[in-house]
T-cell receptor, first 111, second 117 residues
Framework: QKEVEQNSGPLSVPEGAIASLNCTYS??????FFWYRQYSGKSPELIMS????GDKEDGRFTAQLNKASQYVSLLIRDSQPSDSATYLC???????????FGPGTRLSVLP | GAVVSQHPSRVICKSGTSVKIECRSL??????MFWYRQFPKQSLMLMAT?????????EQGVEKDKFLINHASLTLSTLTVTSAHPEDSSFYIC?????????????FGNGTRLTVT
């Protein structure tokens, strides 16, 4: 069974610090990887996608992928209290419509 | 970007009644849509995969006769919670991906908060 694992947290970081969120996945043939942010009471929203090994930067967010280690991470620089949310890691296999979500990591940015 | 619209955003119904939730892909055609349920402070749980023109595929433990899914067109899927009970109260979220290959992300609707009294 395909699995995606995340530390549930809460992960607490002070405002302005770097938040590091980690995710591991079990299906070695996974092709695409996504990070979603979910505020309490809201639906998830896509913040980053990554498909190739290495880093991908978008503003304050950097996604990192290491397929050999089956590991994907999200770094949030200059964390803000508005970044406080649950971050979901999602992995899609080579079949296209085969998304598997991790349980999410709750991030709390302290002012 | 791909937009998924879900309606209603909130519904309160009495025990024993049925509730229909609509999910529309506004700017793309979705042959497959996904329905999730989320209880407070818990993870997203996939309920079923909705396939246009064919029967939905339900996850283990999800009653197909209770959660009726209809995907009659490439832009609309509906979830009907039949004979709702208080334990069905939850946050229901639909999602779909634009059909541009394995790298297409899932886009979520805004969710429907169902309260059964």
């Amino acid at each position: 069974q395909k699995e995606v694992e995340q530390n549930s947290g809460p992960l607490s970081v002070p405002e302005g610090a770097i938040a590091s969120l980690n995710c591991t996945y079990s299906d070695r043939v996974s092709q695409s990887f996504f990070w979603y942010r979910q505020y309490s009471g809201k639906s998830p929203e896509l913040i980053m996608s990554i498909y190739s090994n290495g880093d991908k930067e978008d503003g304050r967010f950097t996604a990192q992928l290491n397929k050999a280690s089956q590991y994907v991470s999200l770094l949030i620089r200059d964390s803000q209290p508005s970044d406080s949310a649950t971050y979901l890691c999602a992995v899609n296999g080579n079949y296209g419509q085969n998304f598997v979500f991790g349980p999410g990591t709750r991030l709390s940015v302290l002012p | 970007g791909a937009v998924v619209s879900q309606h209603p955003s909130r519904v309160i119904c009495k025990s024993g009644t049925s509730v229909k939730i609509e999910c529309r892909s506004l700017d793309f055609q979705a042959t497959t849509m996904f329905w999730y349920r989320q209880f407070p402070k818990q993870s997203l749980m996939l309920m079923a995969t909705s396939n246009e023109g064919s029967k939905a595929t339900y996850e283990q433990g999800v009653e197909k006769d209770k959660f009726l899914i209809n995907h009659a067109s490439l832009t609309l899927s509906t979830l009907t919670v039949t004979s709702a009970h208080p334990e069905d109260s939850s946050f229901y979220i639909c999602s779909a991906s634009a059909p541009s290959g394995v790298n297409s992300p899932l886009h979520f609707g805004n969710g429907t908060r169902l309260t059964v009294t």
